[in-house]
């Protein structure tokens, strides 16, 4: 098979494309044909041994990939040969080919073409939880989504918004506030050109937000705390800015606000029931046509660098995709 390969912590330019050996799947495992692997931020990470889950050198990033079951392990029960499905790898995806535990494929929706399956599991799989489980959003509440036009950003303003959300969008230029609200988003805010606190105070009428959704991290997340209404839940999706912020315990306490970690992978692993029910939901709503992933660009597989740097550079919207 063809696969990008890690050979040394770095930048995207130090991947390398490779000939390796189809993997073999473990008993609960299946090995899929890869037709879409999606783009990531932490795979920028993981390449440079930034991230909280650490692989070796040499070894294929990738942590999202669709694509048909083409071999199963002994002990799997769920799958068979020929199923379509997107599968949750930490590492792995970059590749023609890809193996995954059983427990980490979903079914992708009849409807879904394979190329928006690469841009599906991870970034749904990670704003189901956040705003269903960790938010417990309501309809008629007020969401503020940071990174509104990147691929998770993007997928939170479409699921807030059929949720009933009222959806704020927050990016760094109009044109990606414009595709923010092309996706359902009810009012944007451009924090490089406004203040993202006295533009929330003002749409709405200095109560703040009920809900935040933030991926980004750095400076904003002290204008987030300004932003926040009584009672507001902070998510903490990730750090794409490149910062980890510190958080002041007494800003938390004036509101009675909860700042909550968002770490779907873990979640998965330990309930994977709950889990099954969130992609059960994200399979009816786009049946329903109430969602579809935005993929606004693909890639061929030796182009991975690129598709990395892109994102690095902040050059992308919504999800990017590799198509070996």
Not at 19 to 37: C, F, M, N, Q, T
Not at 182 to 198: H, M, P, V
Not at 205 to 223: M, S
Not at 251 to 271: H, I, N, Q
Request: hydrophobic share 45%.
């Amino acid at each position: 098979m063809k696969a990008i390969v890690c050979t040394q912590f770095g930048g995207p330019a130090l991947l390398d494309l490779q000939s390796l050996s189809d993997p073999k799947p473990g008993p609960r495992e299946v090995r899929i044909a890869v037709a879409a692997a999606g783009v990531n931020f932490p795979d920028t990470l993981i390449i440079q041994g930034k991230y909280q889950y650490r692989a070796e050198p040499p070894f294929v990033p990738g942590a999202e990939v669709a694509g048909e079951v083409v071999e199963v392990g002994d002990q799997v029960s769920r799958l068979k040969v020929g199923d379509r499905v997107a599968a949750f790898t930490p590492v792995g995806g970059y590749a023609s080919q890809a193996v995954a535990p059983e427990a980490a494929c979903v079914p992708l929706p009849a409807g879904m073409s394979l190329t928006e399956g690469g841009g599906y599991g991870l970034v749904y799989g990670t704003v189901s939880h956040a705003l269903i489980q960790c938010a417990a959003l309501k309809a008629g509440e007020t969401l503020l989504v940071l990174g509104a036009a990147g691929g998770v950003g993007l997928a939170a303003v479409q699921l807030g918004k059929l949720m009933g959300a009222r959806v704020i969008a927050a990016a760094s230029s109009d044109a990606k506030l414009a595709l923010a609200r092309e996706q359902g988003a009810d009012d944007g805010i451009n924090y490089r050109d406004t203040s993202l606190k006295d533009s929330v105070k003002a749409l709405t009428r200095g109560q703040g937000v009920d809900v935040i959704f933030d991926p980004v991290g750095g400076p904003l997340a002290r204008d987030c705390l300004s932003a926040a209404g009584w009672g507001c839940r902070y998510l903490i999706v990730g750090f794409a800015e490149g910062n980890i912020p510190e958080l002041p315990a007494n800003r938390l306490l004036l509101k009675e606000m909860a700042a909550k970690g968002v770490f779907w992978g873990a979640f998965t692993a330990r309930e994977p029931a709950t889990n099954a029910a969130n992609f059960a939901q994200l399979a009816a709503w786009y049946d329903a046509g109430r969602f579809k992933p935005v993929i606004s660009q693909t890639y061929a597989l030796d182009q991975a660098p690129q598709a990395l740097q892109d994102l690095l550079d902040r050059k992308v919207t919504g999800k990017v995709v590799l198509v070996p």
